[in-house]
Structures are given as C-alpha cells and as structure tokens.
C-alpha cells in the first residue's frame, strides 16, 4: 500500500500548530449552506465501503461515514473522481482522515436524510483512533439543519500528524526557538520579525479562559466597534468569520494574511498580517473558533476593499499576541448592509451587499484568455430583487468552478462584497477575493423576497440594467445604418451596436501572426537567424506563440465593411484557437484555408464597437468584433416587429 504523500503547501493549508485539527460543526454548516459552505471541512472516516449505485441522479463510487468531532453523517463519493477512490481505497477506511475540497447536497424526499456526495476530497493521514473531545460524544445528525442552526463549537478534536512530521517538527522547533527581535516596520508590506512566544497548546477539551500573557489578559476587552487609532493597548474577543488564503505580490516581493473578526455584538473588523507574521499567523487562525487579540496598529480601512462595514483595520505586528478564545460563541449574524439592485448605479467601484434572487445562471463556467494573456474562468447570473431590476454578476475562479447551478437557481441569495462597474450605460455586479456568498441567509427580508419572486415578479415588469446599448438584447442595425450614421462619433471609447450578417470576404495568410511567447505579452516578433526578438519585453526567444489578428468583410442587405477580430472573440469566430490553427497553418496549408472557407456566408449576430479614429488627418469609422453568435431566428423576428411598430409611430407623428 503506497505511502501518503503530503507536501509542505498542503501542511501550511491544514495543520493547526502543527497538528491536525478536526472541522469540528462542519456537518452542521454543510447543511445550513445546503452544499460545500465555501470552506475546506477536515474530518474523519469512522467507516469506508465500496459500493457503486446511483441515488436520485448522482452516480456514486463509494460510502464512507465522517466525524467532524461532533456529528457523524453518511455520505457518497462521487463517480466522478473514481480513478481518485480505486487509489486510495485501502486508505479510506475507519481512522482515515481527510479534507473535504468540494460537496454537493441533494434531497432524497420528504422524510428522508438529505445526501452528501463528496466531489473532491484530499487525502491527509491514516491509523487513528476514534477522535473526539471529552464528555463531548459524537452522535449521528438528524439531517435538519433547524435543529442545531447557529451552532459553530469552539471545542479542539486533534491529532498529531505522522505522514507530516518532518514539518511539524521545523514548525514546532521554529516556534519555540523564535529569531532575534527586530524593530517591527508599522507601514503596510512592511518587513515583520516573529518575536512571539510559543502558540499556546491546544486542548482536546472545551478550553479555560487562557491565563494572562503579555497584553493579552481577560481584563479590559473592548467592543470591536471602539476599536479606533485612538484606543491604546487594545484587547478584543471574537470568533474569526473569515480566514483568507496568504497572497503573493512578487512585484513588492509581500505576503499578506488577512481574516475577520465578529464579536457578540455582531460587529466585525479586518486583521491584516504581513510577510513573516502572515505565515506564522495562518496557521493559528482557524475559521469559526474565538481568539483574543491585542497588540497592533490600527488604520483607516480602505471600503474599495472591505467590506465589513467598520471604519478602522488592524495590521498585526510581531508582538501581536493572537490566543485561544476558550469560550463558545455563537454564530455571528449576518450583517448585510443591503443596497437594492436599482440604486447601485450610485455606488459604482464602492464594495456594497446585495440581497438577490438568482433568477438565471451559466450551467457551465467559461475559461478564456485576457488581453494580459492570462488565463481566466469566469461564470454569470442574473440577479433580481423587489425593485424589479435585473443585473448580472460575475463570478471568478475558484467560485465561478465550484458553483453549482441547481444550487443557486430561484434561491435568495446574499452578496456581501461585491463591485458595480459602468460599462457602456449598463451596470454589472463583480466578485473579488474579499467576496461572500450566503445561500438562504437567515436573515429578516429573505421570505418577502422568496414570496415577491414567485407571487409577484411573473406580472411585473423587469428592467434589466445590465443592458448596454448595442448589447445582445438589442434592436439589431444595418451596416448601411452604423456607416450613415457614423456611429461611434460621440463617444470617446466608442459605441456597440448588432447586426446580423455574414462573411463574404477573408484572407487567411493574414489572419494570425507570431506573438512574444512571454506572460501577458501581445507584441509582433521579428524573426532573425532563429530566434524570435520582441521589441516591447527587450529580449530575444527561441519560441513564439501564434495570436489572432483578423480582418474580414462584413456583409448585410444594405451594404459591406471591414472588421476587426482579435484574441478569444477571433477563436469564437473561426472555432478554434489560435495555437491549432497555427499548427494547422505549418502542417496542413489545404486544411487550414478550408477552415476559413467554412465560416463565410453562414449568417450570424455580430456584437460590433463601431469608433471613430483620426490617422494623417483624417476621420474614419472602425469596427471592431467584440462577439459573435447564433441567430436566434424567434427573437430576430421579434426585433423586427419591434422596428415596425416605431416606423408606425413615426408615420403618424408626421414624421416622414
């Protein structure tokens, strides 16, 4: 049986001073998010089979039954990740213990436990006994979530960590033989030393108020909502409601380390640690458990980046002194400062919440490359409130991948955090790291606005504000039109219109060229002797890489022009990258001018920027192609019956 192997990222991601620290509540909060509540969840297998089936849809490889320390639950592993279970079948068994990456929850009916199905799971160790805390006896949930909701346990179920040891052994040396102190640089990203004394050792039982320390007694803890540059030798106690992954800026050579904290007034604050700190830091903040903390600088917070909603943020230094809270405390609630979807035009780049119905969602994410040459994935939804504006948000990465459709669908969801961005007239909803999602919240306003979305949404009418004019909602215009009108003549960054139209004239040997091969890097190489020499980056490569840079006539019943197609919209166009019609181009010259063949007279809906741009003194229109798709012939039809209908009005007007 092959070894567990666990590298030095995946230590850094899960141990707890240098042990490994049961999720303790996590099947509680699985079920209250109804689904992967945004977190990874560590817990034990009590007990491990193979058995392949289906239930209600979802094929299913294996059963195992986890311990989070207080509930057990049975659970199914995805068919999905079945070369991953036949791997490690003879390690998932009882003492086993693993992080939960990614679970999706489904109902079995009235009556009956609701499922769990794992869809990524990380190994970590094996051979343990049974844990738990003592006189706290895990028992099986029920599967209601009314049940214990709110219940986050501040109780420690850990283990040492023997497929690890090497690490825990230079985390535990590195903790108690700390370097010399240094004068600690209070400036953000500024260099830190870990002049600390040892992190406290947890218990395995409900933990004591700890014993007084240097600046971190019980006496004298403030609300987090005094916390100000004011206050000195601050003390606070809270439950950590959100704990960040470390951020790498290469370019300032600075990590970061940030994490919320909520107190029971339900006030919460941002803790920022850099460098050396953020390292040492990260491993002793675990998210839904209370510390005490005291020691730091406080500054004005930056609202284009958080979002808690208090004026202030602490930057901790080496001689912040972060302990076990000992306490149990509940659930923090959620405070939403709500701003309904018609008013975000007024807070444009300002990080604000929204309280929302997903009315429409993307079913797959999309993965595409920026302009930077960077690879990104993305994922859309229209939300819809009792203001009956619709808008659409983006989510990105990690989020966008995880999301599950059928989770989200018709559900009322918060956003605490989110971005409105103008673009072009319309307004759009942005997700950043500091983002978070709460599916069915608990909080007051949630039934109103289930009850207004299947009462009384059906006979209202939606304005959707995310349209920009030009969109692909838009009355589609004829060439003849956009160039009559030189459309675009008014706008700096130029106006976006529809048509529909085809490709009646393309020259392939002019549709791609070889591009830097560097990161981000867009520029034209010059080839010499070999190597390939990009004028923008100052070096020379022995590799490119091909780019789209297309020009094509455009042609409709009224009239013909050129366009521009760059990078992801010219891969739409032609159906395939850049990179396999290069290869294509070199290796197959007769396929690779059939390609281009087979995309002319096919009509289509184009999305053009149409801008007027001076060169040598004289004034032309470009158009530019910012997407491309199907024509969808009902709603073709009833744009132009729309058209009709305003000619009709203009006609009685006396307008012609």
């Given amino acids: 049986m092959a070894e567990i192997q ?5 230590f850094n991601k899960y141990h707890t001073n240098g042990k490994l620290r049961l999720s303790t509540g996590y099947v509680q909060e ?127 179920v850990e283990d040492v960590w023997p497929e690890a040891e090497s690490y825990c052994t230079e985390f535990q040396e590195n903790m108690s033989n700390p370097p010399a102190a240094k004068m600690p640089k209070r ?99 675990t998210e839904n458990l209370s510390y005490y903390i005291a020691g730091g600088s406080v500054r004005q917070a930056n609202k284009r980046y958080n979002n808690t909603g208090h004026d202030y943020e602490i930057t901790l230094r080496s001689d912040s002194v972060i302990e076990a809270g000992g306490e149990l405390l509940a659930a923090p609630k959620l405070n939403l400062k709500r701003v309904r979807l018609c008013e975000i035009a007024g807070h444009c780049g300002d990080l604000i919440d929204v309280l929302a119905v997903v009315d429409k969602m993307d079913d797959e994410p999309t993965e595409f490359t920026s302009r930077a040459g960077k690879t990104l994935v993305k994922r859309e939804m229209e939300l819809i409130d009792e203001s009956s504006a619709m808008v659409r948000l983006t989510l990105w990465g990690e989020e966008a991948t995880k ?7 018709q559900k009322v969801v918060a956003f605490k955090g989110v971005v409105p961005k103008e673009f072009n007239g319309g307004y759009t909803l942005g997700t950043g790291s500091g983002t978070r999602i709460i599916l069915a ?71 791609l060229y070889k591009g830097c091969a560097s990161e981000g890097c867009q520029k034209k190489v010059v080839e010499t002797d070999g190597e390939y020499r990009c004028e923008k980056c100052n070096k020379s490569m022995n590799k490119f890489k091909w780019l789209y840079m297309m020009q094509f006539e455009l042609s409709d019943e009224t009239g013909q022009v050129y366009v521009t197609a760059f990078g992801d919209t010219a891969a739409k166009v032609v159906g395939k990258t850049a990179a396999e019609i290069g290869d294509l181009k070199e290796e197959n010259p007769e396929e690779y001018n059939g390609v281009f063949e087979r995309i002319q007279f096919a009509p289509k809906m184009w999305k053009l920027r149409c801008k007027m741009e001076t060169y040598n003194e004289e004034t032309r229109q470009k158009m530019t192609v910012f997407g491309v798709d199907e024509v969808n012939q009902d709603k073709y039809i009833e744009n132009l019956k729309q058209l009709i209908e305003q000619m009709k009005e203009i006609k009685d007007e006396g307008g012609y």
């Fill in 30 to 156: 699985v079920l209250e998010k109804l689904g992967y509540p945004g977190h990874d969840g560590v817990v034990q297998i009590l007990k491990g089979k193979e058995d392949i089936g289906e239930q209600m849809g979802h094929p299913f490889t294996y059963r195992i039954r986890i311990c989070d320390g207080i509930f057990q639950y049975n659970t199914l592993v995805s068919a999905n990740i079945d070369d991953q279970v036949r791997r490690e079948a003879d390690h998932l068994v009882e003492g086993a213990i693993i992080a939960i990456t990614n679970l999706t929850m489904f109902s079995q009916g009235d009556g009956v436990k609701a499922s769990f199905l794992i869809t990524g799971y990380k190994l970590l160790s094996r051979y343990h006994p049974v844990l738990s805390s003592p006189g706290v006896k895990p028992r099986s949930h029920s599967g209601n979530p009314e049940e214990h909701r709110g219940y986050r346990p501040n109780i420690v």
């Fill in 441 to 511: 919240p608990d909080i007051a306003g949630v039934a109103d606005l289930y009850d207004w979305y299947h009462n009384t949404k059906p006979s209202t009418e939606v304005k959707m504000i995310s349209q920009t004019s030009g969109g692909s909602n838009d009355v589609p215009r004829t060439i003849a039109g956009l160039q009559e009108m030189q459309f675009g003549k008014d706008s700096e960054k130029g106006d976006y219109a529809s048509v529909k139209a085809m490709i009646t004239r393309i020259n392939p040997n002019n549709a």
């Fill in 403 to 409: 999301a599950n459709a059928q989770e989200y669908q």
């Fill in 6 to 10: 666990i590298s030095h990222d995946v």
């Fill in 187 to 285: 400036e953000s990203g500024g260099d830190t030393s870990v002049n600390r004394m040892a992190a406290p050792e947890p218990q395995r039982a409900r933990p004591a108020p700890p014993p007084a320390r240097r600046g971190a007694s019980n006496n004298g803890i403030i609300p987090i909502a005094m916390v100000t540059p004011y206050v000195n030798n601050f003390k606070i106690h809270g439950m950590v409601s959100r704990k960040e992954d470390i951020r790498t800026f290469p370019a300032k050579n600075t990590r970061v380390f940030n994490f919320e904290v909520t107190d029971t007034n339900g006030d919460t604050i941002r803790c920022c640690a850099f460098n050396e700190a953020a390292e040492s830091f990260f491993g002793m903040i």
